[in-house]
C-alpha cells in the first residue's frame, strides 16, 4: 500500500506521518529530508531541489513497493503533478493509494507552529510563515482522508487514520 500525506508545512503531516508508519512497519519517505541531503551533498539550492526531491521519494517508493512494503510519503504534493506521479506509482505496481490531507484550521495556531518549531535534524530549510501562507496548494481531484491538527489531538489523528488506512480495499 502506498500512503501520501499532503498538506501546508507545519499543518502536521510529520507528527502524524511519522507515528502511522511506525504503526504499520511501513518505510517512512520524507520529501523534505531528501531535499536536505541533496543540499549537504553539495547540489546548489538554487537548482529544482525540490522536483528532484521528489524524483528520488518517488524512486525510493517504487523499489520497496516492488519488494512488498508499504510506504508513507510525507509531502506537501501541493500540486496535482505531484499526486499524479504517486497515483501512477501506486497503479503501476497494482496497489492501494491512500490520500491524506492535513490542514490546521486554526490561523493562529498554524503560525505559531510554524514560527516556532525549528527544523527537524534532516532537514536545513524552515518556511516562514509568509511562505506558507501564500503557497500555492491546489485541491485534490481524488477522495482523500481529511484530517484537521487543530480540532483533534494526535493520538486520535493517528488511531482514526490508522482506521481508514485499514478500511481501504480498493486499488488506486
Known sequence: MLIVFSGLPGAGKTTLSRPVAAALGATWLRVDAIESALWRAGVDPAQP???AAYVVADALADAHLALGATVVVDAVNAVEQARAGWRDLAARHGTVMYAIEV????PAEHRRRVEQRGPEHDQAFQPSWDD???REFTPWRE???????AAHDTPELVTLILGG????????
Open 49 to 51: 531541489t525540490g522536483l
Open 103 to 106: 490542514i490546521c484550521t486554526d
Open 132 to 134: 506558507v501562507r501564500t
Open 143 to 149: 477522495p482523500r482522508l481529511l484530517v484537521d491538527t
Open 165 to 172: 488506512i485499514r478500511a481501504q480495499r480498493t486499488p488506486a
